[in-house]
């Protein structure tokens, strides 16, 4: 199998469809539900540029579109905080929890302009094993979009992994970049050389399942991670370390551009395990921005011109051939083999 031509990586054009085809009919993680643990509290955030909040309210967790219905201003600021009403800073139109518009200041009379037609537009929310997805559009119930995920992680107790932090990267590649990148370990040896002498490398796995990529290695003493990383379509991981895991979400900024949204849980919250904590977060992290530069410098190669798709590896690149597939199966993919700066 050949690696995608680079067309798919370089185009504004193709980067849309993505944002649409994909990334507007996924489940999309937005971190632990827990964080929004009293009425009011809430979760602002994108989705391939586009605008969502979550908010907790009297009756449950709601989903809304962060955008107001009067002119398209921004509603509440990127980040969480709380709030006991939504106003739009704009203008000022304020709304309920619920979406319903409560006040219009300094309207005017116009007799014809009817309150209750003006909701906030609502977005689909669910919480699964503690963590929360919402999706614009979604084309399925989210049970079938985790697909074998749930089976991997029934015998992990994550319900009692807590919240610690969340950390956000923003690099210069394109999103499909980076989860090639991710879901395979041919790369270990050459980019992450600590990593690779921290683990069993000549047994090191890399199978697909339903929704999901499982890369496996025996850990080596001293190696912060269990030996079991998760990559979950279209674009969230899940890897796990001792008391504790990490989630992450691959979010597309434009067609050259991502941010990685990280969240890390620990079932040990305490003053004495902090040092421990901080490290693993930081050994973690660390990992993670050694592959920025090869995605920046592939990224580049992909615009010049100058690379032409190669074979994909049976043995190491399996999710790599398995995310491109779900690609296609998405309609998300062009085989013309010019690229589009």
Partial sequence: ????????????????????????????????????????????????????????????????????????????????????????????????????????????????????????????????????????????????????????????????????????????????????????????????PAFHRAIEFDRFETTAHDGMVRMSAPPREGLFYRGKWLWMWPNWTLSLFAGGMNTSRINPVDHRRTELIYNFYFEDLSPETEAAREKTIADNLAVVREDFEVCLATQQNYESGGYRPGPLSPRHERGVAYFQDKLREAGAVQANMSPTA
């Fill in 1 to 192: 199998m050949l690696n995608l031509p680079p067309v798919n990586y370089t185009s504004p054009e193709i980067h849309a469809a993505d944002a649409e085809r994909i990334f507007g009919r996924t489940w999309q993680l937005l971190g632990p539900a827990s964080r929004l643990d009293e009425r009011g509290a809430y979760v602002a955030t994108e989705i391939a540029g586009r605008k969502v909040f979550a908010i907790r309210t009297r009756e449950g967790l709601r989903a809304f579109r962060n955008v107001c219905r009067h002119r398209g201003a921004r509603l509440l600021p990127e980040g969480t905080g709380r709030c006991a009403t939504i106003r739009c800073p704009y203008h000022q139109w304020v709304w309920n929890e619920d979406g319903t518009l409560l006040n219009v200041p300094f309207w005017g009379d116009d007799p014809d302009f009817d309150m209750a037609a003006w909701r906030l537009d609502e977005i689909a929310l669910e919480v699964w094993r503690g963590l929360l997805f919402v999706a614009i559009a979604p084309e399925g119930p989210l049970a079938a979009q985790l697909g074998a995920v749930q089976a991997e992680l029934e015998g992990e107790p994550i319900e009692r992994y807590r919240w610690m932090r969340e950390e956000r990267l923003v690099f210069d590649a394109n999103w499909k970049i980076y989860t090639d990148n991710f879901v395979e370990g041919y790369h270990i040896p050459g980019i992450h």
